[in-house]
């Protein structure tokens, strides 16, 4: 199945660490990229490959991947960081999937 | 800088077509894919396709297949998205995301960067 799969929601407190996990077949093979959305906004990559930021992209956010689960890690978050995280890949015939998005809530 | 710029909003009719417009700067057009990605009210985001930039070879899901036609045109660094036989549930923002691609690794890379600033779309008698 190409179907990644992700939890609903998650909460942390502020300067706290919390983790999002991503989890599909897709990813033995293929990296996930992880991308941020903020209500009414377009979405914005933070992460993709093993643990690649963009530039612009704060190093509290950092990625990584073993067998079908990849991982993105926030750690001190920051009440900026609240906003819906999907996390994608694409599959042998270059479909790509998204996971269903984790609201993140800072506390 | 790296930048896509979308055409504005736009209301249809049900079964009309509408197309979108996604002009490139600041790269060279043809050396990425630009991906294009929908988001109904509420929901998560759903990939509608894939069209290469150097030669114009798309790749579509099933669930599109034949709704839906990509585009490229190099001379003005846009890319477009035509969708036909519109209904309601195609009420969405359409995003499109610069493609990039990256085998050299582990394993294989590919991510949208920039992503256009979106274009709502509504489908409504």
């Known amino acids: 199945s190409s179907e990644l799969t992700q939890d609903p929601a998650v909460s942390v407190a502020l300067g706290q660490t919390v983790r999002i996990t991503c989890q599909g077949d897709s990813l033995r093979s293929y990296y996930a990229s992880w991308y941020q959305q903020k209500p009414g906004q377009a979405p914005v990559l933070v992460i993709y490959?093993?643990?690649n930021r963009p530039s612009g992209i704060p190093d509290r956010f950092s990625g990584s991947a073993s067998g079908n689960t990849a991982s993105l890690t926030i750690t001190g978050a920051q009440a900026e960081d609240e906003g819906d995280y999907y996390c994608n890949s694409r599959d042998s015939s270059g479909h790509h999937h998204f996971g269903i998005g984790t609201k993140v809530t800072v506390l | 800088q790296v930048q896509l710029v979308q055409s504005g909003a736009e209301v249809k009719t049900p079964g009309a077509s509408v197309k979108v417009s996604c002009r490139a700067s600041?790269?060279?057009?043809?050396?990425?894919?630009i991906s294009w990605v929908r988001q109904a009210p509420g929901q998560g985001l759903e990939w509608m396709g894939w069209i290469s930039a150097y030669n114009g070879n798309t790749n579509y899901p099933q669930k599109l297949q034949g709704r839906v036609t990509m585009t490229t045109d190099t001379s003005t660094s846009t890319a477009y998205m035509e969708l036909r036989s519109l209904i309601a549930d195609d009420t969405a923002v359409y995003y499109c995301?610069?493609?990039?691609?990256?085998?050299?690794?582990?394993?294989?890379?590919?991510?949208?960067?920039?992503w256009g600033q979106g274009t709502l779309v509504t489908v409504s008698s």
């Open positions: 490959g093993q643990n």
């Open positions: 600041g790269y060279t057009f043809s050396n990425y894919g």
């Open positions: 995301a610069r493609d990039n691609y990256d085998s050299s690794g582990y394993l294989i890379k590919n991510w949208f960067d920039p």
